[in-house]
């Protein structure tokens, strides 16, 4: 699971649901005495079944689903649903059914009134998560990535990525360069001055300038990442708040790597955000 790809209408959902399960422990009704399903006096939701199944543990179970959902890197179905969805209509039906309880009720309590609101709210950052785009921003914002080094350039502490093995790179030791009397006891530095025999070897062309650097970025929602071959089964899911690889660039598409080495391409990169 990843946290990091939960959304602001993620953590809306988190907040209402444990306001919820509190009020699940408040009064129902006001009234000095009670009657029907709201006895014996004083009465919470935890002291009847019908109200605390079909308002209080629905809408918690239901949240629940959604935040999961969510949190796990491929989608999960219950009897033919996706595990989101399954979990919206938790909590749908939370709603519904708390509105009724209170139209129902002669003098509504603390609890009832602060289900109806909970449960509202639940089912309404639910519904309105995928379609609103404030909701749809990530709840932890990503950490700000560092700039990939050049290929073969040394990274702090003396591995990285694209470096093999890290260590110093060392120079000629145990005497000088060739053609030069040696000194015993010294080593030439890399990069250091070369004599003039050394100097007078070609250079290396430089690279094309049109060739693809690699780049960090993070997707603003979660999009799945495709096979290289083409197949349309997606092999992963980026999420957002997470930052990955550039790492080659096919027309409009990117070729990404993820945390754990996989490649594939994303087809969709409008919006990213680039490190």
Same mark, same amino acid.
């Given at each position: 699971?990843?946290?990091?790809?939960? =959304?602001?209408?993620?953590? !809306?959902?988190?907040?209402?649901?444990?306001?919820?399960?509190i $009020?699940?422990?408040?009064?129902?009704?006001?009234?000095?005495?009670?009657?029907?399903?709201?006895?014996p006096?004083?009465?919470?939701?935890?002291?009847?079944?019908?109200?605390?199944?079909?308002? @209080?543990? $629905?809408? +918690?179970?239901?949240?629940?689903?959604?935040? !999961?959902?969510?949190?796990?890197?491929?989608?999960?179905? !219950?009897?033919?649903?996706?595990?989101?969805? #399954?979990?919206?209509s938790? %909590?749908?039906?939370?709603?519904? /059914? $708390? #509105?009724?309880?209170?139209?129902?009720?002669?003098?509504?309590?603390?609890?009832?009134?602060?289900?109806?609101?909970?449960?509202?709210?639940?089912?309404?950052?639910?519904v309105?998560?995928?379609?609103?785009?404030?909701?749809?921003?990530?709840?932890?914002?990503?950490?700000?990535?560092?700039?990939? /080094?050049p @290929?073969?350039?040394?990274?702090?502490?003396? %591995?990285?990525?694209? @470096?093999?093995?890290?260590g110093?790179?060392?120079?000629?030791?145990?005497?000088?360069?060739?053609?030069?009397?040696? &000194?015993?006891?010294?080593?030439?530095? #890399?990069?250091?001055?070369?004599?003039?025999?050394?100097?007078?070897?070609? &250079?290396?062309? $430089?690279?094309?300038?049109?060739?693809?650097?690699?780049?960090? #970025?993070?997707?603003?929602?979660a999009?799945?990442?495709?096979?290289?071959?083409?197949?349309? =089964?997606?092999?992963?899911?980026?999420?957002?708040? %997470?930052?990955?690889?550039?790492?080659?660039?096919?027309?409009?598409?990117? +070729?990404? &790597?993820? &945390?754990?080495?996989?490649?594939? +391409?994303?087809?969709?990169? %409008?919006?990213?955000?680039?490190?």
């Open positions: 699971m990843n946290i990091r790809s939960l =959304t602001r209408g993620d953590g !809306v959902v988190i907040g209402a649901a444990v306001l919820l399960f $009020a699940s422990f408040l009064d129902l009704t006001s009234l000095p005495d009670c009657s029907g399903a709201f006895c006096e004083s009465a919470n939701a935890w002291d009847g079944v019908s109200i605390l199944m079909t308002v @209080y543990l $629905a809408g +918690v179970i239901g949240a629940a689903l959604v935040v !999961v959902a969510r949190a796990l890197p491929q989608p999960r179905k !219950v009897a033919g649903l996706d595990l989101g969805q #399954f979990g919206i938790f %909590t749908v039906f939370a709603a519904w /059914a $708390a #509105f009724w309880w209170i139209i129902d009720a002669e003098d509504a309590g603390a609890g009832l009134i602060l289900g109806l609101i909970a449960a509202l709210v639940i089912a309404g950052a639910a309105a998560t995928p379609l609103v785009p404030a909701l749809k921003a990530g709840l932890i914002p990503a950490p700000s990535p560092q700039a990939p /080094a @290929y073969g350039a040394q990274q702090p502490g003396g %591995t990285g990525y694209g @470096y093999p093995g890290g110093q790179q060392q120079g000629w030791a145990g005497g000088g360069q060739p053609g030069q009397p040696g &000194q015993p006891g010294q080593q030439q530095p #890399f990069g250091g001055q070369q004599p003039q025999a050394q100097q007078a070897q070609p &250079q290396q062309p $430089a690279p094309a300038g049109g060739e693809f650097a690699p780049f960090w #970025f993070a997707v603003p929602v999009r799945p990442l495709f096979p290289e071959d083409g197949s349309p =089964t997606p092999i992963a899911e980026l999420a957002p708040g %997470t930052w990955y690889l550039a790492v080659d660039q096919r027309g409009p598409a990117l +070729v990404a &790597q993820t &945390q754990d080495g996989r490649r594939g +391409v994303l087809q969709d990169t %409008t919006g990213i955000q680039r490190g």
